[in-house]
């Protein structure tokens, strides 16, 4: 079993910036791919970046040139740093790690406002 805790969201003004963190611990295959992905009021949930335990990347092309995923493989820690944010850039923010089967952590609210 993997369990996965985010951290750093909250309130930021339009253009603003944040760094969501998540910690993976239990049983965790050695390769893997950590992700971050959101869901807006009334939306499906979709993909921000991915990176995997090699170092590859993917990003949605809303974040592209905004948004910069990394990890720490010995911490099991993902990191989304997010600049230049916009209010459409609200929304509930979830870490998933997949490596064998596949684990959701339980979210942190992004909520980007004047």
């Known amino acids: 079993q993997v369990h996965l805790v985010e951290s750093g969201g909250g309130l930021v003004q339009p253009g603003g910036s944040l760094r969501l963190s998540c910690a993976a611990s239990g049983t965790i295959a050695s390769i893997n791919v950590m992700g971050w992905y959101r869901q807006a009021p009334g939306k499906q949930r979709g993909l921000v970046a991915l990176?995997?335990?090699?170092?590859?990347?993917n990003y949605a092309d809303s974040v592209k040139g905004r948004f910069t995923i990394s990890r720490d493989n010995a911490k099991n820690t993902v990191y989304l740093q997010m600049n230049s944010l916009k209010p459409e850039d609200t929304a509930v923010y979830y870490c998933r790690l997949t490596g064998g089967s596949g684990y959701w952590g339980q979210g942190t609210q992004v909520t980007v406002s004047s």
């Open positions: 990176i995997s335990s090699g170092g590859g990347t």
